[in-house]
């Protein structure tokens, strides 16, 4: 099995920054796809950011320019710098990892509880 453990949300006036953290624990052979998705209330989860294992980097256009993923492979842990916060960004925000637990094993996704980030105007 494996566990997605999200940090960093909080309160926020607008303008203002928040990193979040997701580390993935387990067993894990390899990662793939790592990302961020968010749900606001009463809306749909929509996609906000992923990381390739490869490096590239694709966002909504809704945060294109101010939220930020990052990834280190090291320590299986994915990162988004969100700046320029809006109150429209407010959400609980999920992370997600495509894993491989073994060498012989399918990708399959796996997520994270959420962590609530909550901007004020």
């Known amino acids: 099995q494996v566990q997605l453990v999200e940090s960093g949300g909080g309160l926020v006036q607008a303008g203002g920054s928040l990193r979040l953290s997701c580390a993935a624990s387990?067993?894990?052979?390899?990662?793939?796809?790592m990302g961020w998705y968010r749900q606001a209330p009463g809306k749909q989860r929509e996609w906000v950011a992923t990381?390739?294992?490869?490096?590239?980097?694709n966002y909504a256009d809704s945060v294109r320019g101010r939220f930020t993923i990052s990834r280190d492979n090291d320590k299986n842990t994915v990162y988004l710098q969100m700046n320029s916060l809006k109150p429209e960004d407010t959400a609980v925000y999920y992370c997600?990892?495509?894993?491989?637990?073994?060498?012989?094993?399918?990708?399959?996704?796996?997520w994270g509880q959420g962590t609530q980030v909550t901007v004020s105007s």
């Open positions: 997600n990892a495509n894993v491989r637990e073994r060498s012989w094993s399918g990708y399959r996704d796996y």
């Open positions: 387990g067993s894990i052979f390899n990662i793939n796809g």
């Open positions: 990381s390739t294992s490869g490096g590239s980097t």
